[in-house]
């Protein structure tokens, strides 16, 4: 009975201890992101990309791509005043548990096992310069490279606040795309990136 009671001791510690964490990170990319208008964007985009590519009438087709274009051109240079706004976060703050579910601390006691938030958010600030850029593509190319990059950002945003694993639930409850998809839809440059930050997650 004793080891029972000194198990739910211990498990309701693990539970308080990874909710105030989890807290304290909410709060501080919260700061981070409230000036900005990202995640507005990103619901304008993919809801807009979908209207786009299922209207058959060219002309408003184009009219919608033409709307977007403005939005793309807005998100990249919001994506590069966040990545440029969290370089002030410190770095043992920073830190992303690269293990599946989220562990008490890992960050200060285990720093081996975690990536840089900072350097994560970098790279996706650069996936959407690189897919803006790619003016050979079609405008569906464009769509879904695009709408990866977010997604992978987002994944990024909920791994740092929760753990990997519930992020990668969010993604896939949300956009009904599991990170393995988001991962391979992704430009081979951030793909690449990305998988040597996180040691392949």
């Known amino acids: 009975m004793e080891i029972l009671f000194l198990l739910v001791g211990l498990a309701i510690v693990w539970r308080l201890a990874n909710r105030a964490a989890q807290q304290r990170r909410i709060a501080l990319l919260a700061q981070h992101l409230s000036p900005l208008r990202i995640e507005m964007l990103m619901s304008t985009l993919m809801e807009g990309y979908l209207r786009a590519l299922g209207e058959t009438d060219p002309q408003r087709q184009q009219q919608v791509w033409g709307v977007l274009a403005t939005a793309e051109a807005e998100i990249e240079t919001q994506m590069g005043r966040l990545a440029e706004s969290v370089r002030a976060i410190d770095p043992a703050q920073a830190r992303i548990s690269r293990l599946p579910m989220a562990v008490p601390l890992i960050d200060q006691w285990w720093p081996q096992a975690c990536f840089d938030l900072r ?44 753990s990997r694993m519930v ?14 998809q988001v991962l391979a839809g992704v430009s081979d ?6 998988l040597r930050l996180t040691g392949g997650a």
Do not use: D, P
Not at 168 to 177: D, E, N, W
């Open 119 to 162: 350097e994560a958010l970098a790279i996706h600030a650069r996936g959407v310069a690189f897919v803006r850029s790619q003016h050979g593509w079609t405008n569906k190319e464009r769509a879904f490279a695009m709408t990866a990059e977010l997604m992978l950002m987002q994944h990024t945003c909920h791994w740092y606040c929760q």
């Open 167 to 180: 992020a990668s639930a969010r993604v896939l409850a949300r956009h009904k795309t599991s990170h393995a």
């Open 189 to 194: 440059t951030t793909r690449e990136a990305y």
